[in-house]
């Protein structure tokens, strides 16, 4: 049945992509951005990729889990805000892959990692500051850019990998990650109930 | 009414490009066209008859009267009549531009080069705009005879039962030129009626010769007809960004067809404005659909901010989230993680519940007191809830309530994984199988591994 339930999907959502571009020879762009728009934000509310991501994401945190339990816990602050964030990356490294590579944002994320640990590998051999042009390009640009625009702006630093995006290609990507955010935040508050509904249960039973 | 004209504009001498006679030149342009084309042929002689100043009077009056209709001299069918009415059009304009003493003098090296340019093709426009540089100097009538040859054979048909009380015929590519174009009275008849085909609806130029035309010696035809026009040079610069966005999708309509409004700005510098900005206002609109509480809000600045704070907070959700399984994570075993992961998503089997229920149960004492306090202060609701009634398949069930779009699991998770697997694979190249497979080996869910050897 599962392997039923995916090709099938897999295969309608492939037509449908190959059919746009036949349709949008004649149609204008407009119409055909929509539908992608439309797609893009249908596909994050699936069934199929939800569960596709809660999957994962509890494969992740199981790998994530069984690597920060090889470290020593004496420091359980610390280890919590480590953990924190290493979760957090696998979570999103998790519905960037979930996005199949289409998306500007989850490439970038993807990406990201690669790109730390090439950094990790060049800091090793020299100290260079990489973020130093960047802070100092943003220190530098104290004009006052029209609202609209600074807005803009800002929200391409929101979203990962798109900081120099024209702008209607930075609301498309602003669209797919809102969705794809949405249901992030919904796999993980489910997922997260279900482990919290074990752990306290059991110990107040305990005492 | 058009052929009386260029009968009656006969030219007597030999084909000679000379530059002054224009409409020697004419004639040697049309015997070139319209050797193959047998109607043509009794129109040279007519041509021989008249000299220049009959050329200039007649073309006056017939242009500025309201001409009767007469195709009985041409057999109007086909392609071949339409190019005809179409250079006889282009010879009247050659005349007009002699009225106002321009010299072709300087015309014609100025424009004999990028008119010679196009390749000549199969296109009429080329053919028919190619002679037109040698015809006249006057930059003024080079550009609106490119325009006059953009029309289509369609629009020539209709005309030349109608030709210059210009009917409301939409395919009338150069109505939105024609406004900027005439400062000369003659074309004032033309003026006042192209404005009534314009009202009712335009179209872009590119539409025009597109629907023409289905080769890329179009594209580029129409192309560099566009390029002639010194009016037109951000419509190309779009048409080419426009092309250079659909090129992948086919290559020969690279152009995205735009209509102007009624009522609103031809120029094609608003054209593009207006299309870029409705692209921008439809991706808005989407976004307003999706960020709660857009919809009171007006303006691109408000609704930035709205879903500014709103990517804000759900990043902040998330890493909020990723905290507390962080906390929670630590705390469990393999066994714990692999069999919650199955309930994930509210099953409607029954059977799953008990069973989570009682390997929760077995396995509680891996469980610590203070991330129990930790989880109570987090959401003593939720944990309340699962304290009182564990057993209760109807509160877990109840707990998966208020997430309706995560749909219940019909097989063990496990199959997705490993194919989510193979997903992964695809996309990067990170260790994630490789610990996973290790993980699945030590793995004490007997289903996992059976269900991966299925997949893999």
């Known amino acids: ?207 | 009414m058009e052929n009386e004209l260029f009968m009656n504009a006969g030219v007597s001498h030999p084909p000679v490009m000379t530059a002054p006679s224009s409409s020697s030149a004419m004639l040697k342009w049309v015997s070139m066209e319209t050797q193959p084309v047998d109607p043509s042929l009794s129109r040279n002689l007519f041509w021989e008859k008249s000299t220049e100043q009959s050329i200039f009077d007649s073309a006056l009056s017939s242009l500025v009267s309201s001409p009767t209709p007469s195709n009985s001299n041409f057999s109007v069918g086909g392609v071949g009549g339409e190019n005809v009415i179409m250079r006889e059009l282009i010879g009247k304009l050659g005349n007009i531009g002699d009225i106002y003493g321009i010299t072709a003098s300087n015309g014609n090296s100025c424009y004999a080069t990028p008119m010679s340019s196009p390749p000549p093709g199969s296109m009429m426009e080329t053919k028919t705009t190619t002679p037109m540089a040698e015809l006249s100097g006057d930059p003024g009538f080079a550009e609106r005879a490119a325009r006059f040859s953009c029309f289509g054979s369609r629009s020539f048909n209709s005309r030349t039962n109608s030709p210059f009380p210009i009917n409301n015929e939409p395919p009338i590519t150069t109505n939105e030129k024609m406004p900027r174009v005439s400062s000369s009275p003659v074309f004032k008849p033309l003026a006042s009626h192209v404005p009534a085909g314009e009202s009712s609806g335009e179209f872009s130029r590119k539409r025009r010769t597109k629907s023409k035309q289905n080769s890329p010696s179009a594209v580029s035809s129409s192309k560099e007809i566009e390029e002639k026009e010194d009016s037109d040079p951000k419509r190309c610069k779009k048409s080419e960004e426009n092309g250079d966005k659909t090129k992948s999708i086919d290559p020969y309509k690279d152009y995205i067809h735009v209509r102007a409004r009624r009522g609103q700005a031809t120029d094609s510098h608003s054209l593009a404005e207006r299309v870029r900005r409705e692209k921008i206002s439809e991706r808005m609109k989407l976004l307003q659909d999706l960020v709660p509480g857009c919809n009171k809000v007006t303006g691109k600045a408000l609704m930035l901010d709205e879903i500014i704070n709103y990517v804000q907070s759900l990043q902040r959700q998330v890493e909020f989230l990723s905290m507390k399984l962080s906390s929670v994570n630590t705390r469990l075993d393999f066994n714990m993680d692999a069999l919650l992961s199955k309930d994930i998503f509210p099953s409607s089997n029954n059977l799953m519940h008990h069973q989570q229920v009682l390997r929760l149960d077995s396995s509680a004492e891996t469980l610590l007191g203070d991330h129990h306090n930790k989880n109570l202060q987090l959401n003593p609701d939720i944990t309340s809830n699962n304290i009182i009634n564990p057993l209760e398949t109807s509160d877990t069930s109840r707990s998966f309530i208020h997430l309706p779009t995560l749909a219940h699991f019909s097989d063990s998770i496990s199959q997705y994984s490993t194919f989510s697997e193979d997903d992964l694979h695809s996309i990067i190249h990170m260790g994630f199988a490789q610990n996973r497979l290790q993980e699945l080996n030590q793995g004490s869910s007997n289903q996992v591994p059976s269900h991966m050897k299925a997949e893999l």
């Open chain 1, 1 to 207: 049945m599962v392997e039923s339930l995916f090709p099938s999907i897999e295969n309608t959502g492939e037509s449908s992509r190959r059919k746009k571009p036949r349709i949008s020879e004649t149609a204008e762009a407009e119409i055909e951005a929509r539908r992608v728009n439309e797609e893009s934000l249908k596909r994050w509310k699936t069934n199929r990729v939800q569960q596709i991501y809660a999957c994962k994401l509890v494969e992740a945190l199981r790998r994530v889990r069984q690597r920060s339990s090889t470290t020593s816990n004496n420091e359980t602050d610390k280890l919590v805000s480590g953990a924190a964030r290493e979760i957090r990356d696998t979570a999103d490294r998790v519905l960037a892959a979930s996005a199949r590579g289409t998306t500007r944002w989850s490439r970038a994320i993807l990406a990201s990692r690669v790109r730390a640990k090439l950094k990790k590998h060049r800091k090793a051999k020299k100290s260079t500051g990489n973020c130093k042009s960047r802070k100092g390009l943003t220190e530098t640009n104290r004009i006052k850019l029209p609202a609209v625009e600074r807005k803009l702006k800002i929200l391409g630093r929101l979203v990962p990998g798109c900081r120099k995006v024209s702008v209607p290609n930075l609301l498309d990507e602003a669209t797919d990650y809102i969705a794809a955010l949405e249901m992030q935040v919904q796999a993980m508050e489910a997922l997260a109930e279900l482990l919290t509904a074990a752990a306290p249960r059991t110990t107040l039973t305990g005492t």
